[in-house]
């Protein structure tokens, strides 16, 4: 197993930091980061795919916990809602990542493409959903509704990854009526939360290559406090805008990988 950089060229780690740094910062906006950092990964020489994951969740839990910290002192989203609904979708991405050792993603490719399809429409036909928090369930039922939303991207994101951030931000906007800048401030805590369940199934098995690992999560520090103070700065209005744009590159990175997978 790798666990240094012996047998990587400079330009291949400059290519990681800099893929780490862009992937924090859109983690943080939107979520959707693993778009960039995940083909970095592959390039390292020698890598499996499992290791190319797995070394891809540590990195991502050092900018999801920085963009959560920032996110909590200035947004200061509600954690009544936020820590159940993490520890929820930490069971759910554990459970998606030992499933993901027996079930090619393949399979579930083709159902993603679609479900992104429809996200974006929604938000793109209904310019005003969430530039305000409206909250459409109190009580009891709005917590139900937070933890099957972390127990299904949580899944979901154990078990193929990319978008994770997003599905959760729209889903918060769309089935609970946060406004786009609450609901990104809790998605990374519940992000967080995902990618920890990941690598609690990763660790035991010896999967994470420690040293790219150490430096991707310093990168991804970077962007993600970045990525966080601009969101809080720009606003709902911003994050939406970047939302539509990254769903659009997951729908055509999914669909790409759909086609060539049953077609070619």
């Not at 979520?31 to 083909?39: D, E």
């Not at 996200?119 to 139900?144: C, S």
């Not at 809790?186 to 999967?207: D, E, R, W």
Request: aromatic share 10%; glycine share 12%.
């Amino acid at each position: 197993m790798i666990s240094g950089f012996e047998s990587i060229q400079l330009t291949t780690i400059i290519l990681i930091v800099v893929a780490g740094f862009a992937a924090g910062w859109v983690d943080a906006v939107v979520g959707g980061g693993g778009l960039l950092q995940l083909p970095a990964m592959l390039l390292v020489p020698g890598i499996t795919p499992v290791q190319a994951l797995a070394t891809n969740k540590m990195g991502s839990i050092f900018g999801t916990t920085t963009s959560a910290v920032t996110y909590y002192r200035r947004v200061k989203p509600d954690l009544r809602t936020a820590v159940p609904m993490a520890l929820i979708a930490l069971a759910g991405s554990f459970a998606g990542a030992v499933l993901a050792a027996t079930l090619p993603a393949s399979v579930f490719k083709p159902i993603i493409v679609v479900a992104l399809v429809v996200v974006a429409l929604f938000t793109a036909l209904k310019p005003n959903v969430g530039d305000i928090t409206v909250l459409r369930h109190d009580g009891r039922a709005h917590y139900v509704v937070a933890c099957l939303i972390g127990a299904v991207i949580g899944f979901y994101d154990g078990l193929i990854g990319p978008g994770t951030g997003s599905f959760l931000i729209i889903a918060l906007v769309s089935a609970m009526g946060y406004a786009f800048l609450e609901a990104s401030a809790k998605a990374k805590i519940v992000n967080m939360a995902t990618n920890a369940g990941a690598l609690f199934f990763f660790l035991p098995h010896g999967s994470v290559l420690w040293g790219v690992g150490l430096v991707l999560g310093l990168a991804n520090m970077a962007g993600g406090y970045l990525g966080a103070r601009t969101a809080v700065r720009q606003g709902s209005r911003f994050i939406r805008v970047v939302f539509l744009l990254v769903v659009g590159a997951l729908i055509i990175k999914l669909g790409i990988d759909v086609w060539v997978e049953n077609f070619v």
